[in-house]
């Protein structure tokens, strides 16, 4: 199946910032402990909030809203993506793993599968098709 190149930029982006985002979360649950534990004269997300010159307590939901926000957006994102890692092959996972995840250029992964480089390209076509099939940016294909 040939993909829109939009939606492969879009793939290929979602895939290339996975560990990123997985790193975002971990840190998010320390920032949403440490708003929870703010008091007083505080810095919440770089805002200085004083006592008395502003409603900590407002600053400190709305921040802690943004935050929530970003984590739910972020957890969506790497589900969809733990879903379709799930879905694939092995040899199509690990290209992924080099290729995105990695950043490995395609001679290293076609080596690394023992594989031509074409069949490399092959894959990883295959490999975002079935993303995409799995994100629902798609319509599935017929089992008959």
């Known amino acids: 199946m040939m993909l829109d190149p939009t939606l492969v930029a879009g793939i290929e982006y979602d895939l290339r910032h996975y560990r990123r985002w997985q790193a975002r979360l971990a840190e998010l649950a320390a920032e949403l402990a440490d708003v929870s534990e703010r008091r007083g004269d505080v ?8 006592q008395g010159h ?3 307590t407002c600053a400190t939901a709305q921040a802690r809203e943004r935050l929530w926000r970003e984590r739910r957006r972020l957890q969506r994102r790497v589900r969809r993506i733990d879903h379709f890692l799930k879905a694939v092959s092995s040899h199509h996972r690990r290209l992924v793993e080099l290729w995105y995840f990695d950043g490995r250029p395609s001679h290293v992964v076609a080596r690394r599968l023992h594989v031509a480089r074409s069949t490399a390209y092959r894959m990883r076509q295959e490999a975002l098709a079935t993303y995409a099939q799995v994100a629902g940016l798609v319509p599935q294909r017929n089992a008959g």
């Open 54 to 56: 502003s409603d900590p």
């Open 43 to 50: 810095v919440i997300l770089g805002v200085r909030v004083q």
